[in-house]
């Protein structure tokens, strides 16, 4: 393909956002006429003294999946991870910015941390199941709200394995320990779990990065199901992947949101040279 | 370049330096299997010394006569044998064995020394026999004849000894039974009376002496009393009775030295006569020597008979310090590990609680002693017990007071094996648990101790084995030569805290240097080793077996 025929704006941006330059996101109009779940604005977080994230503004519409990608170390996750404050757990983290999920605060002095996790789901890289049974892994989230009713509980078990698309695989063995599964089978489980509160979003963290191409694929299908019924964030590290699955994709680089637009045309037809060098794999 | 010139072009190759000796490995195999070889040879010599002395001690043995060139006669049985250098003219090696000769109401000693060139000659007289007796040690001799109720019913060995297996049985169980009342039941009225006298103390202290309330007080103590005194008359009555029957029957024996002795049946534990034994009939004492050892109480200052009360104090003793080590332990290490931030504070506290662990035990023993029998003791007695002052209750050592000084001793193994157990908990788990929306208590309570079960089972298996083998701090804080009475028992409240306990490891050392006759403790204290070495195995099997369905239930290596 001829570099040289594809609509592009002349910069060397990367080069500068590497001297410590930050420019403003290129942010696709189509964006503008959707509905918002998540709107980050101003959005910085460091690590003790190494700053991770720069000036995120970005929202995330309402019942998409919006892929982020980038290279390693560009702050994916760790903006995926800020969006349930899971990074909290480390003492050395320092954000300053707004996030607001649904029009509410989420870092604010007055947000109960426990109930906004309740509201979103998360999805890990390496499967998590917990060291308990099939049953009481999807139940979790329930468990610990404290519901008691076991028409209530087996109801969710069930709804949620089979959103997961696991129903068929786990019917019969709902009480044997869930480490017995494949790896496939625990990642599709931990989607279970993530979905069993109904969340109103869902954090995947490269959720395939630890599967074999089958399990990938069967995570990608499922994807692809629970897309319109959930607003799903997810970061990846496979570029045919977020592709294949996402409605909007945002390209990151050291901590800056570079490019961020409707997935075909980021894929096709970038507003910038730097991220059609790094979706053809010129770096990265 | 092409590749062609460079090989052309290349110097011949550089020889290689010999391969360092290290490098192959070789070396590295042989020091590390060595050190591992002779670590493992004497832990296994150890324990085959102890398994086999401890396994031999109850065997029956033959009984020898020897006759010396002087003329005495001695008999016995042959404990060991040695080789010693004499100081006459000429130093020669020569051979002597130790005879354990008993009848130490005439001889004075258990043991003798006999030089095999003083023996003229050694025989097995078919007749000896061998008598375990409630006092006085052993006895050898030989049956005359048998007496009951003052008539000699049996004039030869063969009938006398007929006539005891006869009537052995019902003697012991009457012994028995007069053991039970002068215990059991004059321990029940004494408490009686005890608690009666206990209540007046107690009015008398808050009320004052004769007041209207003592006098009532002192009425009913008197009522008491006088209950109490007719129940011991007819308790002694019935005592008497079965002393007087008992002492119908007795057996008439001489010593190898020909001397005659008339020895109620009431005072042998055990009789067989040695050299006619078969091999099952020495089976069958072996057996039953065995089970008096693992099932009776203690005779003769500990070197005869068994060692159930310190067998069950043991065990109990493991299982409270057991009960309060390990709460406390996880309870440290989930907030050393969990809550507190990770800095110098906490780096301080951990190397100081691995340094407790090289604390001297004895030290322990100090502390419990001063700490708990002293203070808290002496405090709960003043309280609760006033009455029974200046007697202590909980103000001296006993079970309750050894169990927690051991948990502060076995301490740190428990901190810190949970911790490395918590450590071990990935933290993807945590992670997933907060994802959901679990608090940090919610986590912690369902994913990480679940997880890290295992791993405080093995603190716990290692702080039951640390603890089970302490003898030094016992001794000042509760465990004593000889206590019958169990901490547990059918007389409420049923558990006894308080109550001073017997304790395997304190039982050897106290055969081992304190007993009078030792010599004839020497081989028990094989035996009592023995006993506790398996009793700590079976206490670590119960826990690696509760572990192992932990961990197949919790941890897995799937995936």
């Known amino acids: 393909m001829d570099v040289q025929s594809l609509p592009k704006k002349k910069s060397n941006r990367l080069t500068e956002i590497a001297a410590g330059k930050t420019f403003p996101t290129e942010t696709h109009d189509v964006l503008n006429r959707e509905e918002p779940l998540l709107e980050v604005s101003n959005f910085n977080l460091s690590y003790g003294a190494k700053q991770a994230l720069f000036d995120i503004n970005m929202i995330i519409p309402k019942g998409k999946v919006t892929a982020l990608v980038g290279p390693s170390g560009c702050g994916k996750s760790t903006l995926l991870r800020s969006i349930n404050r899971i990074n909290d757990l480390l003492s050395t983290v320092r954000i300053n910015g707004e996030m607001k999920l649904n029009g509410e605060p989420v870092y604010a002095p007055s947000v109960d941390v426990i109930e906004l996790r ?37 109801e969710v078990c069930e709804r949620s394995l089979r959103g997961a698309a696991i129903w068929e695989e786990t019917k019969d063995r709902l009480h044997e320990s869930a480490l017995g599964m494949s790896g496939g089978q625990q990642q599709r489980l931990c989607i279970a779990r993530a979905i069993a509160a109904e969340p109103e979003v869902l954090l995947m963290d490269e959720p395939c990065s630890a599967l ?38 945002a390209f990151m680089y050291l901590g800056r949101l570079v490019e961020y637009g409707a997935t075909s045309t980021v894929f096709q037809n970038p507003h910038l040279q730097e991220t059609q060098d790094y979706i053809t794999g010129r770096f990265g | 370049m092409s590749f062609q010139s460079l090989e052309n072009s290349a110097p011949a190759r550089r020889k290689r330096a ?54 005495s006669l001695y008999m016995g049985e042959i404990t060991r044998a040695e080789s010693f250098r004499s100081n006459d003219a000429e130093v020669r090696v020569l051979q002597r064995r130790l005879v354990r000769t008993g009848n130490f109401e005439f001889s004075g000693e258990h043991f003798i020394w006999i030089n095999d060139h003083d023996v003229q000659a050694m025989t097995q007289p078919e007749w000896a026999v061998v008598i375990e007796r409630t006092a006085w040690g052993r006895f050898y001799g030989f049956p005359e004849s048998f007496t009951l109720a003052g008539e000699t019913v049996a ?66 103590f008197l009522e008491t009393e006088k209950s109490v005194t007719k129940e011991f008359k007819t308790l002694q009555e019935k005592i008497g009775l079965l002393r007087a029957e008992n002492s119908r029957y007795v057996l008439n024996l001489k010593t190898a030295q020909g001397k005659a002795v008339a020895m109620p049946l009431e005072a042998i534990v055990r009789a067989y006569p040695a050299n ?167 986590t912690i309570k369902r994913i990480v101790l679940p997880r890290a079960m295992p791993g405080i089972m093995t603190g716990m298996i290692l702080a039951m084995a640390r603890g089970a083998g302490e003898v030094a701090p016992l001794m000042l804080v509760g465990a004593v030569k000889l206590a019958p009475e169990l901490p547990v028992d059918s007389v409420e409240p049923f558990v006894h805290a308080e109550r001073s306990f017997m304790h395997l490891g304190f039982h050897i050392y106290d055969l081992g240097f304190q007993s009078q006759n030792s010599e004839a403790a020497k081989p028990m204290v094989f035996t009592t080793t023995l006993l506790l070495i398996v009793l700590i195995f079976l206490l670590n099997l119960l826990a690696v077996r509760l572990r192992t369905r932990l961990r197949r239930k919790f941890v897995s290596t799937a995936f």
């Not at chain 2, 010599?45 to 009984?63: K, S």
């Not at chain 2, 005890?194 to 009425?219: C, D, F, I, T, Y």
Request: aromatic fraction near 10%; proline fraction near 5%; include cysteine.
């Open chain 1, 118 to 154: 309740k509201r979103m789901g998360m999805v890990f890289q390496k499967p998590n199941p917990f060291p308990m049974s099939v049953y009481e892994n999807v139940i979790y989230p329930l468990r610990i709200d404290g519901e008691r009713k076991k028409a209530v509980l087996d």
């Open chain 1, 212 to 249: 074999d191409p089958i399990a990938t694929n069967k995570i990608e299908d499922l994807i692809a199901d629970l897309r319109g019924e959930y607003t799903i964030v997810i970061v990846t590290h496979n570029m045919q992947q977020a592709a294949r699955v996402s409605d909007y994709t």
């Open chain 2, 18 to 71: 010999k391969v360092s000796l290290f490098a192959q490995g070789e070396p590295m195999i042989w020091l590390t299997g060595g050190g591992l070889a002779i670590a493992l040879s004497m832990i296994i010599g150890l324990l085959a010394l102890i398994f086999y002395h401890g396994i031999n001690t109850l065997w029956p043995v033959a009984v020898l006569q020897f006759q010396t060139l002087d003329g």
């Open chain 2, 155 to 220: 004039i030869t060995p063969e009938a006398a000894w007929e006539k005891f297996g006869q009537y052995h049985g019902a003697v012991s169980e009457r012994r028995e039974k007069i053991r039970e009342l002068e215990t059991k039941e004059v321990g029940r009225v004494n408490r009686r009376l005890e608690k009666s006298r206990l209540a007046l103390r107690a009015v008398e202290m808050s009320k004052g002496l004769n007041r209207p309330a003592w006098q009532s007080e002192h009425e009913k």
């Open chain 2, 276 to 442: 006619q034994l078969s091999t099952l009939g020495k089976a069958g004492i072996y057996f039953s020597r065995w089970q008096e050892f693992l099932f009776n109480d203690p005779r003769e200052a500990n070197s005869e008979g068994g060692v159930f009360p310190a067998i069950f104090g043991t065990v109990i003793m493991t299982l409270l310090m057991s009960l309060a080590v390990v709460p406390f332990g996880v309870m440290a290490a989930l907030y050393l590990r969990e809550y507190a931030q990770p800095g110098v504070i906490v780096s301080a506290v951990r190397i100081s609680i691995n340094n407790l662990a090289g604390v001297p035990s004895i030290v322990f023993g100090v502390f419990g002693l001063g700490f708990f029998c002293y203070l808290i003791g002496a405090s709960i007695d003043e309280l609760f017990f006033a009455s029974s002052l200046p007697n202590p209750t909980f103000g001296k050592g006993g079970i309750l007071w050894a169990s927690l000084t051991l948990a502060l001793l076995t301490l740190p193994v428990v901190i810190v094996s949970t911790e490395e157990a918590l450590a071990a908990v990935p933290n993807s788990m945590r992670e997933g648990s907060y994802a959901c929306g679990g608090s940090k208590w919610q």
